[in-house]
Every structure is written in structure tokens, then in C-alpha cells.
Antibody, heavy 119, light 109 residues
């Protein structure tokens, strides 16, 4: 059974880098059948796609976040990660890691982790 | 890239049908065969209900159905049940990025 679990600091100071890791079980992150993505949800608000990484290292980023975001995969640990630089209060959200059928949909979600950006 | 437009709330009585619209542009919903819908209960992760406009993932009942006309996609819930009370989000693949709708809260009266 596919499972995803986010981990990382729950509190980040403004201007610092928000770093999260997603541990995947039930299948390899190196698969060519799926991509891996990060989606966030500010408190009380809707979902926002941030970035995806697919087989061969192809990456896709939300245009408005592209300059601050990096998504990467570590096949040795079966994890993928998100880095968001120059964090502001607007980046406060529940961050979900997700398995993506490329170009299509998000079939498996992590439970989400709340990251608060505050001094 | 603005969020897709969804009604803020929709309500219905048990057994009724309700429809949620998701309006975008010719650059996203209008040109995409990849519109998906998600259900989210409070405090839970979203759950995939419909993908590729009208397909069902395994385990999703066929009382949830999807369609698209022009720049607007729709999710219809037939035979509304108490457990359908939740937030619903549409999502469209727009070239190299994805757009979500702002979400619709379904209230079962």
C-alpha cells in the first residue's frame, strides 16, 4: 500500500529556507510510472500546487514560486524533498507530499504537515 | 495564473443531486483533458474522486460523476449522503503547471 509521510520543521523564521522531506513506502520514487509533487494549503484556504518532479529528473514549478523553490528526489532513501527560500508569512500552510500521475491527477497524499513562518 | 472559479458553497438534501462548477479559461480547463476533483473532510488530506474529466479511481462510487463543456468542468453528486458534506476542489493541468479551484463547501441539509 502506497504511503507518504512528510517531515520537517514546524516553525521557520522569516527570510529563512523552508525544507521538507517526504518518505515514500509501497513503491520506488524512481518509478517511471508516476511523478511526485508538493501541494500546500494555507489555513482556512484552498489547495495550491507548488512543484512536481518526474522520471529522469524533469521538474515543474508554479511560475510565481519558481525562483524560490527546488524539488528533488533521493532514490537511495526513497524520499523526495522541497526547499523554499526566503520564506514569508504567506508561506504558512499545511504542506502535502503527493504521488502524481503525470499531467493527470494526485492519487496518494501524505497527511500533511503544518509549517508556520514566524519570528 | 489565477485559481479556477468554483461556487463558495452548495447545499442539498439527502437523496438529491448537486452540481459544482469549475470555470477556467481556454488555456487551462478549456484545453485540458486532465481535470480532476478532490474531496476533503476537515482535518484530512484530500481524496481523489474523478480524474481525466470523467474517470473514477478504484473504490469511488459512480454517484460521483464528472463532465466538461468549454471552459467549465462540473462535478455532480447524485443521491447526496450525509458523509458527502465536505470541501470539493477541482484541478486542471495547464501545460506545464496545475491550477486548483478555490473550493466549494457542500452542506447536506
Amino acid at each position: 500500500q502506497m504511503q507518504l509521510q512528510e517531515s520537517g520543521p514546524g516553525l521557520v523564521k522569516p527570510s529563512e529556507t523552508l525544507s521538507l522531506t517526504c518518505s515514500v513506502s509501497g513503491g520506488p520514487v524512481s518509478t517511471s510510472n508516476y511523478c511526485w509533487a508538493w501541494i500546500r494549503q494555507p489555513p482556512g484556504k484552498g489547495l495550491e500546487w507548488i512543484a512536481s518532479i518526474c522520471h529522469g529528473g524533469r521538474t515543474y514549478y508554479k511560475p510565481s514560486l519558481k525562483s524560490r523553490v527546488t524539488i528533488s528526489v533521493d532514490t537511495s532513501t526513497n524520499q523526495f524533498s522541497l526547499k523554499l527560500t526566503s520564506a514569508t508569512a504567506a508561506d504558512t500552510a499545511v504542506y502535502h507530499c503527493v504521488r502524481e500521475t503525470e499531467g493527470s491527477s494526485y492519487s496518494y497524499w501524505g497527511q500533511g504537515t503544518l509549517v508556520t513562518v514566524s519570528s | 495564473q489565477s485559481a479556477l472559479t468554483q461556487p463558495r458553497s452548495v447545499s442539498g438534501s439527502p437523496g438529491q443531486s448537486v452540481t459544482i462548477s469549475c470555470t477556467g479559461t481556454s488555456s487551462d480547463v478549456g484545453s485540458s483533458n486532465y481535470v480532476s476533483w478532490y474531496q476533503q473532510h476537515p482535518g484530512k488530506a484530500p481524496k481523489l474522486l474523478i480524474y481525466d474529466v470523467r474517470k473514477w479511481p478504484s473504490g469511488i462510487p459512480d454517484r460521483f460523476s464528472g463532465s466538461k463543456s468549454g471552459n467549465t468542468a462540473s462535478l455532480t453528486i447524485s443521491g447526496l449522503q450525509a458523509e458527502d458534506e465536505a470541501d470539493y476542489y477541482c484541478c486542471a493541468h495547464a501545460g506545464s503547471y496545475y491550477l486548483f479551484g478555490a473550493g466549494t463547501k457542500i452542506t447536506v441539509l
